[in-house]
């Protein structure tokens, strides 16, 4: 009897934990876990009760009239400003997990004075407007870094596939000032982590670079990289020690299976089966074959890692001499090994190192 009592405890626990989240109403709440927020350094509080805000309904978002309803959905205190946050309806996507500290502009043609960020002063009067920041961005939101660092984040949203991102860097001190702009830093990186510290200290921030083929073939074909910029009296200049201290070191196990990968590219080559044509997009489109783009990207790759020896030596190890006897045209800056050699180092002069400008 009192094991089906303790049975019971525990399916009535279980069930009035889950009704605490769970409601199937159509007007069901929108629950959010979101926190007070504090970058010390920065002189920057953000915090959930300090909004007009009541909790957002599922309803509000289901907003399919298109009402467009307008609300002050967080602010925050930085040091003698203040920042509104505006949201309307239907909206929600854009914010993700940054519900309270995020401004989103409405669907319909905006009206004079309808922001989705405004910046007041201490006398509380608009001091500046998302317009200021970045003139017709579909949203604006508050980056989480760490607490220590000395800027206040705001983070904006363009959209796309892989929504690329911007981030804007501010201060308050001794007025409010943006000291730094950077990006894209998009979802092409997994953990997200575009803000941190080295071992020197120094704050950095990754910005993502996009690098064509030669040929500039279809955006699928591009390769995209991270450099990283350090902090410098309130500038960001790109950190060429940070980024060569840090470059990779192949171990004998990962050449020895890049040289296979060579190898297998030379044989498909060398057995003169495919057109010139095909074997150029073989060499630089990934597609379904698992070998497919990989000479494109293998050859990047050691550029990118400062490895140009082991680029030109994967490049010799690829490209066998009977690549000039294959049948049919390709592209003319791919004609033969030679000219094709000449085309990458010319590519390589024009992108590397990135996020290096170069002198036209």
Known sequence: MKKLLLLFLSIGTILYIASLYIDLSENAILAVAEVPYEQESADLYCEKDNSDLDPLSLDFYNDSEGKNEKILSGKCQFGDYQIEFYQHSGKLYGCYDSLYFCGIIADRKRLIGEFPVIVKDINGDVFKTSEDIS?????????????????????????????????????????????????????WRDDGKYIYSNEQGDWMVDKFVKVP???????GD?????????????????????????????????LEGIDEEALKIRALIDAQVNS???IVNFLFSGRSDPLSGKFFWRFTDFIYQ???????????????????????????????????????????EEYFPLGVAKQN
């Open 222 to 254: 591009w390769l995209h990289f991270p450099v990283a910029y350090k902090f410098v009296d309130d500038h960001l200049v790109r950190a060429d020690e940070h980024i060569k201290s840090n470059f990779k070191v192949y171990s004998e196990t990962e």
């Open 135 to 187: 003139e017709n961005a579909p949203v604006i939101g508050l980056f989480r870094v760490p607490t220590s660092f000395p800027y206040m984040v705001l983070e904006i949203n363009l959209g796309g596939a892989r929504s690329v991102r911007y981030l804007h860097f501010f201060t308050a001190k001794p007025s409010f000032k943006q000291v730094a702009f950077i990006g894209p830093v998009s979802g």
């Open 306 to 348: 400062g490895q140009e020896d082991l680029a030109w030596q994967f490049f010799e190890q690829a490209i066998p001499d009977s690549y000039d006897m294959l049948s049919g045209y390709a592209d003319s800056m791919y004609a033969t090994k030679s000219v094709m050699r000449e085309t990458m180092k010319n590519w390589i």
């Open 276 to 278: 010139k044509s095909d």
């Open 213 to 219: 083929t030669p040929h500039l073939s279809a955006l």
